[in-house]
């Protein structure tokens, strides 16, 4: 219990007091792949909705809580993918941050077989504190404990600070590889609401491919598909912390299964990097519609009190006009 309360209250401060924020995370990063690289918008080509939602330490009351959902089409007019994202952060109970975002992909066709996608990406975000959900030391009696009683301390005149931010990315894919990198903070905006807490740029790189593993390669008419696996990897850099991503997947459609190692690089205060969790991953499709869990078994020093992560995922591919049936998709994994 001492121990769940100090990581809480360790939240709480960096999160007040302007120590260097870092963004939220996914483990089904291509369940949200607008989060993970703007230049994702529109590479299905068909209009296409996705929501996610994590639930990361589940152990700890309040800890981390983020939810995301995204709407991307490629419009033949525009040579290109939109896409509009919305998410929203719960740090503990005392703060929420919201995001609305907006984003470009240009479409290029390099060769026969290998196009390139270059995006822009802008975003409003709220980030608030909740005054009401904190306790303050003359709330609290030494017999007691906690007294549903009126805090004297001074509350702050500005509880929320609301900021314009910009991304970029780009991808390159081909009929059965992808890779790309992206850029989010560029304009590293002020995210503090008592002091200077500027947030740094987060920068991730990813890559994969598909392997038909099938002999009858198309299978379109067995209950199953043909199997395909798809190594990936997925570098992320912000704040001088690298974080290293290394997964495999399963499509045998209607299923689909994966997992995923994560692998902090960097050394904290002379204290060697550990790795973080191992990720694993369920998912099922049936026609436009897909779902996906995944649970991240913590294998770090904190496997006993944080619980993990839970995340869920969904999402549905709307019916594609027969011209743009014609443009070539990504295909990219889908959780």
Known sequence: MKRRLFIVLVVLMISTFGAKSQDPHFSQFYASPLYTNPALAGTVVCPRASVIYRNQWPSINYAFRTFAASYDQYFDILAGGIGIMVMSDAESKFFTTNMAALMYSLRLKLTDDIFLNLAVQGSFTNRSLDWTALTFGDQIDPRYGFLNTVSNAVKPSDLSSTYFDVAAGFVFYGEEWYAGFSAHNITQPNTGLSSLNNIPIRFTGHAGMNFNISRDKRRTNAF????????????????????????????????????????????????SAEPDAVVVLFGAQWEQFKIGYSYDITISSLANASGGAHEISASYLFPCPEKRKKVKSIRCPSF
């Open 224 to 271: 199953f598909g043909a199997p395909v696996i798809s190594p990936n990897v997925i570098y992320d850099y912000q704040n001088g912390m690298h974080k290293l991503n290394i997964g495999l997947y399963l499509d045998w459609s209607p299923f689909i299964v994966g997992t995923w190692f994560r692998h902090p690089l960097t050394a904290y205060e002379g204290v």
